[in-house]
C-alpha cells in the first residue's frame, strides 16, 4: 500500500470526530523516484488501451518516456497532444478534446498537472472512462480534487468532473518542473492556514460543518511543506515529495469534507479576482499557487490587525446601516467587469448583506470573540513567519512583485467577501463595520482612485 493509501486508510470507517464516513473512494497515488516504471502495471489496472492526452510542454517532460514505458510492455494507445505555447482550459481546448477522443480507448493517461489534468477530468466524466495521471509538476492541489477549473463564455468556472483513479508523480520528473510551479504548490499549501482557520471561524459564527480529523491531515500536510521550505528551492526530491503529497492529500479532502473548506478561504479569493481582472481587464496575472502564497501574506497581515480588533455593537450596526447595496453592485462591476453578475445573484440567494442575518452573526461574534482570537493565533502564523517561507522558496513575497498596486489589493480585499457563499475573515470586519477602515489603514494610497467609488463613508 502506498503511503497515502496508509493515511487514506482509517477515513473508510466513520470519523471518531463528527461521525462522517469520509472515504474519498478508490483513489491510488504513487509519489517517488523511479515510480514510472509501474506505469505499465497501473494502466493494466484501468483498462488495455489508454487514449494519451498531454500538451507540448508535459509531452516532452514526461509523455515521451511514458510512451517508451508502454511501448516496451507491448501496450497500445491513442496520443492527442495539443497544439501552440498556452493551453487554456475554455471551450476550444475541450472541443479539441472530445472531437480528437478515440472510442477505442478504455481508459485515459493525461500527462500534465494543471490545466492538462483539469481538461482530462472533464473527458474522462463525458466518455465514461477512468483516467490515470502522470503528473509533470507540484504546482496546485487541484491532482485529486473532484472539479475543473475552466473558463465558459470568457467566465472563470469550476465545474464538476471525475478525479483521476491513479495518480503517479514521479519525483524525477517533477523535481526538475520550472522552479515557479514548485514555488507555485507551497504557496497553494502555505494557503491553507487560512483556510483552516476560516472554517473554524465559520463553525463558530454561522454553525457551517467543520471537520477537525480532516483539519489536522491537511495542518500536518503544510508542516511537512514548510519544514523542506529550503530544499524546494535545490529541487530536493524530499522536499519536492512533501508538496506534491501535500497538494494530492489538499485536493481529496475536499472531497472527503464535501467542501472546499479545507484547501481555500480568502487567499484564494484574491487569487479568483486576480484572474478575473486579468480576464477582463488585462492586468497582470500569475500562477494559481504562485498568488495564493503572496495572498496568504496578505491574509496573515488582516489577521494580525484583527487581533487587535476591540469589537463594538454600535458600530457595527451603524455600519450596515449606512451600506448601499446599490453602490456595492456598480463597484462589483467596476472593478471585476462581467464576472460580477454572478457574485450578484449569489447575494441574492444568500443575503449576507441583508441586516437580520447580519445582526445574528453579530451577536454571535460578540460572544466568542476571545474564541475567535484563540482559532487566529493557533492557525495563522505571523506575517514575518509567512514571508520568511515565501523567501525561503524564492517565491514573490510581496502583492507589488505580482505587479499589483495597495489601491487594488484593498479593493480585492474587499471583493473577497463576495466571491463565494462562504464565511471568510473580510466578511467578520464587514459584520464589525470595520472592513472598509481596516482596508484602508492596511493598504494606503494616496492616488486617486479610478474605477472605484471609495467605501460609503460610515458615520
Ligand atoms: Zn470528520
Ligand atoms: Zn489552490
Given at each position: 500500500m502506498s503511503d497515502i493509501g496508509k493515511i487514506l486508510a482509517?477515513?473508510?470507517?466513520?470519523?471518531?470526530?463528527?461521525?462522517?464516513?469520509?472515504?474519498?473512494?478508490e483513489v491510488r497515488a504513487e509519489i517517488g523516484s523511479?515510480?514510472?516504471?509501474q506505469l505499465p502495471e497501473m494502466i493494466g489496472s484501468l483498462g488495455r488501451k489508454p487514449f494519451v492526452l498531454a500538451d507540448p510542454r508535459t509531452f516532452e517532460a514526461a509523455g515521451k518516456r511514458a510512451l517508451s514505458i508502454l511501448k516496451d510492455a507491448g501496450i497500445p494507445w491513442s496520443l492527442f497532444i495539443y497544439k501552440g505555447e498556452t493551453l487554456a482550459p475554455d471551450e476550444r481546448s475541450m472541443g479539441a478534446a472530445v472531437m480528437h477522443f478515440?472510442?477505442?480507448?478504455d481508459c485515459i493517461l493525461a500527462v500534465g498537472s494543471g490545466t492538462v489534468n483539469d481538461l482530462a477530468k472533464l473527458l474522462s466524466r463525458i466518455s465514461g472512462r477512468p483516467f490515470m495521471l502522470l503528473g509533470?509538476?507540484?504546482?496546485?492541489?487541484?491532482?485529486?480534487?473532484?472539479s475543473s477549473s475552466m473558463i465558459r463564455d470568457g467566465l472563470k468556472i469550476s465545474l464538476e468532473s471525475i478525479y483521476p483513479s491513479i495518480i503517479l508523480c514521479d519525483t524525477d520528473i517533477l523535481k526538475k518542473a520550472p522552479l515557479p510551479m514548485l514555488q507555485a504548490g507551497m504557496g497553494d499549501m502555505i494557503a491553507k492556514y487560512t483556510s483552516i482557520c476560516e472554517w473554524r471561524i465559520s463553525n463558530l459564527v454561522t454553525g457551517e460543518y467543520y471537520c477537525p480529523v480532516i483539519a489536522d491531515l491537511i495542518r500536518n500536510c503544510v508542516r511537512q511543506c514548510t519544514d523542506h521550505a529550503e530544499g524546494l528551492k535545490r529541487r530536493d526530491p524530499e522536499a519536492v515529495e512533501a508538496v506534491t503529497k501535500g497538494l494530492i492529500l489538499a485536493g481529496l479532502a475536499m472531497t472527503m469534507a464535501g467542501c472546499s473548506r479545507p484547501a481555500s478561504g480568502m487567499e484564494h479569493y484574491f487569487s479568483h479576482i486576480w484572474d478575473m481582472r486579468a480576464q477582463e481587464f488585462g492586468t497582470p496575472m500569475g500562477l494559481h499557487g504562485i498568488q495564493c502564497g503572496t495572498a496568504e501574506l496578505i491574509c496573515a497581515r488582516v489577521y494580525d490587525r484583527i487581533l487587535q480588533v476591540k469589537p463594538d455593537r454600535e458600530k457595527a450596526l451603524a455600519s450596515v446601516k449606512s451600506f448601499r447595496y446599490d453602490h456595492w453592485k456598480i463597484d462589483l462591476r467596476a472593478f471585476l467587469g462581467k464576472s460580477a453578475d454572478q457574485l450578484v445573484l449569489l447575494e441574492e440567494k444568500e443575503?449576507?448583506?441583508d441586516p437580520a442575518s447580519h445582526s445574528r452573526r453579530l451577536e454571535k461574534i460578540l460572544d466568542s470573540w476571545d474564541r475567535i482570537c484563540g482559532i487566529i493565533r493557533e492557525e495563522v502564523p505571523s506575517p514575518d513567519k509567512i514571508r520568511e517561507i515565501l523567501k525561503k522558496t524564492g517565491?514573490?513575497?510581496?502583492f507589488e512583485e505580482l505587479g499589483h498596486t495597495s489601491e487594488e489589493v484593498r479593493t480585492a480585499f474587499y471583493m473577497t467577501a463576495d466571491i463565494r457563499d462562504k464565511y471568510i475573515g473580510s466578511r467578520l470586519l464587514w459584520d464589525l463595520g470595520i472592513l472598509y477602515e481596516i482596508g484602508q489603514e492596511l493598504f494606503p494610497d494616496e492616488r486617486p482612485v479610478a474605477y472605484f467609488t471609495d467605501p460609503w463613508p460610515i458615520d
Open positions: 482509517p477515513f473508510k470507517k466513520p470519523c471518531p470526530a463528527c461521525g462522517r464516513i469520509h472515504d474519498p473512494g523511479g515510480v514510472m516504471d478515440d472510442y477505442s480507448c509533470t509538476a507540484p504546482s496546485m492541489d487541484g491532482f485529486a480534487s473532484s443575503g449576507k448583506y517565491a514573490p513575497a510581496s
